[in-house]
């Protein structure tokens, strides 16, 4: 089984990886990682000397390679649905779950981490915003599910993850 969590730069998609991998018995990566082992550098250091346009080019290489040979569960990173073949080969190979997050949730999470690039602005209130504002329809157009974070705990959220995996197999697991 393939499990793939989009959502918003500082949505958990990391933290709620690796415990959903765990409770399922999958292996679980995080695509930013293995862009950030195949870049040999931060992906802020490789965004302010290259672009976004030359990030995106490696992201959506990874995120190919990783959606056909990775099996278990991938965060992807916040901006990977911007690419229409990522979309696309996220929706085909896997099923996906949008972390759904306010701006104003994200912020509360993220607003002391220097290491989100896209926040690091005079106003990154409204940049999440902006982010939210364009994304959101990207997210919904390649989820198979949305799980609204808000203020449940990591467990909670991957036990109504769970939930949707085991309705959408047709109920075939048990607890």
Same mark, same amino acid.
């Given at each position: 089984m393939n499990?793939? %969590?989009?959502? %918003?730069?500082?949505?958990?998609?990391? #933290?709620?990886?690796?415990q959903l991998g765990r409770r399922l018995g999958l292996p679980s990566i995080d695509s930013d990682t293995v862009v950030e082992q195949r870049l040999g550098c931060s992906i802020r250091d490789f965004f302010e000397r290259e672009g976004e346009a030359a990030f995106r080019d490696v992201e959506a290489q990874v995120i190919d390679e990783l959606s056909t040979n990775h099996h278990g569960v991938m965060a992807t990173g916040g901006g990977s649905v911007l690419r229409p073949e990522n979309r696309l080969n996220l929706k085909q190979r896997g099923t996906v779950i949008y972390l &759904?997050?306010?701006?104003?949730?994200?912020?509360?999470?993220?607003? &002391?981490?220097q290491n989100r690039p896209l926040l690091q602005v005079g106003d990154p209130m409204a940049r999440l915003r902006e982010?939210?504002?364009?994304?959101?329809? %990207?997210?919904?157009? #390649?989820? &198979?599910?949305?799980?609204? #974070?808000?203020?449940?705990?990591?467990? #909670?959220l991957v036990n109504m993850i769970v939930m949707q995996l085991e309705m959408a197999a047709g109920g075939s697991e048990g607890p």
């Amino acid at each position: 089984m393939n499990c793939f %969590l989009v959502g %918003l730069p500082g949505s958990g998609k990391s #933290t709620i990886g690796r415990q959903l991998g765990r409770r399922l018995g999958l292996p679980s990566i995080d695509s930013d990682t293995v862009v950030e082992q195949r870049l040999g550098c931060s992906i802020r250091d490789f965004f302010e000397r290259e672009g976004e346009a030359a990030f995106r080019d490696v992201e959506a290489q990874v995120i190919d390679e990783l959606s056909t040979n990775h099996h278990g569960v991938m965060a992807t990173g916040g901006g990977s649905v911007l690419r229409p073949e990522n979309r696309l080969n996220l929706k085909q190979r896997g099923t996906v779950i949008y972390l &759904h997050s306010s701006p104003e949730e994200v912020y509360r999470r993220v607003r &002391h981490d220097q290491n989100r690039p896209l926040l690091q602005v005079g106003d990154p209130m409204a940049r999440l915003r902006e982010l939210y504002k364009g994304r959101d329809p %990207l997210y919904r157009e #390649t989820a &198979h599910f949305v799980v609204e #974070t808000g203020r449940p705990s990591v467990a #909670t959220l991957v036990n109504m993850i769970v939930m949707q995996l085991e309705m959408a197999a047709g109920g075939s697991e048990g607890p």
